[in-house]
């Protein structure tokens, strides 16, 4: 069976415009994968760990992660995401938040996310990133099951 699954994008942000603006921008990059959008950090996880069609029972992803969500931080979020027994941990992390701060940028690097960007974001570096995670996206694949 060579079925191929899309990848999800889940997005975790609670500003309404930002999560508007946020998926216009990855529209006009010319992604169209499936974007879920979740604006706290309880139901993202339930989503990305528990739920039938999340990323650790449903194939591969990609988080845009807030860091200033209402019920927990999203350094949480991604040190749950890349915990060494997650079950999603190889996912992709692209942090979107308004914070600018050396050392939280560097302390997501460390927790591993993939790219950090500030907001208000600048169009361009974001569509660059987008772009170069749409790549990423149009050439990953699930495994078929491995057959004897």
Known sequence: MNEHRSVSIIMIEDDEGHARLIEKNIRRAGILNDIKH????????DYL??????????GPALVLLDLNLPDMSGTDILTKIKAEDS????????????????????R???????????????YESFAQAIRQLGLFLSVIQVPDAIVD
């Open 49 to 58: 760990f528990k739920h039938a069609d999340g990323p650790a029972l449903n």
């Open 87 to 106: 079950p999603v941990k190889r996912t992709p992390v692209v942090v979107l938040t308004t914070t600018d701060d050396k050392i939280e940028i560097q």
């Open 38 to 45: 979740f604006t706290d950090g309880t139901s993202a996880l």
């Open 108 to 122: 997501c690097y460390d927790l591993g996310c993939n790219v950090y960007i500030t907001k208000p974001v600048n």
